[in-house]
């Protein structure tokens, strides 16, 4: 059962202890599996993959089995209900259609004394996406984090899913890669594919940046190889935070906890409410929704450790809870969510609104669903094009604008101890006094 607090104090204790509850005791026992996977990876190429996939997975693969052929692809097609492919190729356009408008454009400005500086933005030359798999599918994850990579430009983008029974991938997953521009796919998980992306193997490519959640080993991989290469954050289990006053609905809020609870065990789901009533009859309807819940158990025990109901006087304080918590998701059940919103400072996504339930953003509205996690959204954005560009600076300046500065940059350069820096300018503007 949801727990009810009404105590600012014990409030904050519980957010916080929410907030770190991925900082667990096996985390150092996982980092060392994870690292012997990855040299492993590293020196053996493909022969690591097939043993961690039999060993992992539970399925013997032979090393041209990796790909997933076209004809498996082109089957795909054959099994995804006509309706689940409208709902693919919509959500495609939505989040196509937003992220088109993000991309930040190279400029160049001319300024006096024939300076020119300017800013240049370039795609990476290959990404590797991650999507989770096995005994679960997640097809809106194949687009959130293709569709980026194709609107910045990425030239070569690769997909790595774990494989199920028989060797398989769920056809929806299949589909959503192809709708989305993604023919590359690799059947292979856990950080023996993080490892792959990372480092190459015979099979699968070396790429240069690496998006896509996953579970503990995936993150702590993805973690270990950042530097080798990019990455687009280190996703902990998910969660929402949902403020609601006496205008918002105990059934739809409950549905909305509860979706979030039947992610993972380790999901986190809290609201925060002016309103008593509200508070007593959520708990009621949660309980009410649980009863015949397809995901019962697991939705439970996430409701029961990261679960919570917190009471407070007024609205200003619910934003400063949640400023502090800064959640991954962050929805604004309250009559006028756009004032609430100027109190708003760390939230991954926010939902404004009665009608606005979390699984909007997941599915179709185009804002990108992978975000940031466990607090970390005080500084940290969604994926989106920028994760896949890089940008280069870009600077001329002509003899007599370096003859203008010259002085200075000799100053700063003698300060710093490095003669050939101030001999570098000096020698120029001495061959044009």
């Known amino acids: ?40 990876v590293k020196r053996q190429g493909d022969r690591a993959l097939l043993h961690y996939t039999a060993e992992f997975d539970a399925q013997h693969l032979k090393a041209e089995q990796l790909r997933v052929s076209g004809s498996e692809l082109d089957a795909a097609y054959q099994q995804v209900p006509k309706e689940l492919l409208d709902a693919i190729r919509l959500a495609k356009f939505q989040i196509e259609a937003f992220h088109r408008q993000r991309i930040p454009k190279s400029w160049v400005q001319f300024g006096d004394d024939e300076i020119v500086l300017g800013k240049r933005y ?26 980026p990579a194709k609107v910045a430009g990425v030239h070569r983008i690769v997909m790595c899913t774990p494989p199920g029974p028989q060797s398989t991938i769920t056809p929806a997953v299949l589909v959503a890669a192809q709708e989305a521009g993604i023919q590359e796919i690799y059947r ?78 380790m999901a986190a789901a809290i609201l925060i409410t002016t309103d008593s009533g509200l508070a007593r009859k959520v708990v009621s309807e949660v309980d009410m929704q649980l009863v015949d819940h397809p995901r019962r158990t697991l939705t ?74 466990s607090g970390s959204a005080r500084y940290a954005s969604a994926l989106g094009v920028e994760t896949f560009l890089k940008h280069s600076s870009l600077i001329q300046y002509s003899p007599k604008a370096l003859q203008k500065v010259a002085g200075a940059i000799d100053q700063l350069a003698t300060a710093e101890g490095l003669f050939s820096h101030a001999e570098s300018v000096r020698r120029r503007t001495q061959d044009n006094p």
């Open 1 to 40: 059962m949801l727990r009810i607090i009404t105590q600012l104090a014990e409030a904050k204790a519980e957010l916080r202890r929410i907030c770190d509850r991925t900082h667990d005791d096996q985390v150092v026992h996982k980092e060392a599996t994870v690292r012997e996977v990855l040299q492993a």
């Open 300 to 373: 439970e025990k996430a409701i029961a450790h990261y679960g919570l109901v917190v009471v407070v006087d007024s609205l200003s304080t619910a934003a400063e809870l949640s400023n502090a918590f800064a959640p991954e998701h962050l929805e604004l059940e309250v009559a006028e969510p756009w004032d609430l919103l100027d109190r708003i400072r760390h939230a991954g996504a926010i939902f404004l609104g009665n009608s606005t339930p979390e699984a909007v953003g997941d599915y179709l509205a185009g804002p990108n669903h992978t975000l940031p996690t």
């Open 122 to 147: 370039t795609p990476v030359d290959r990404a590797g996406l991650y999507v989770p798999g096995g005994t679960a599918a997640y097809p809106s994850t194949v687009l959130m984090n293709a569709i």
């Open 188 to 265: 292979v998980g856990g950080a023996q594919a993080i490892a792959a992306l990372a480092y190459g193997t015979e099979t699968i490519p070396k790429v240069d940046v690496i998006t896509g959640p996953g579970n503990i080993y995936v993150t702590l991989a993805k973690k270990q190889v950042y530097g080798t290469v990019g990455i687009d954050s280190l996703a902990g289990p998910s969660e929402v935070l949902i403020v609601a006053d006496s205008s918002a609905k105990p059934v739809h809020v409950a549905a909305d906890l509860l979706a979030q609870a039947e992610h993972d065990p």
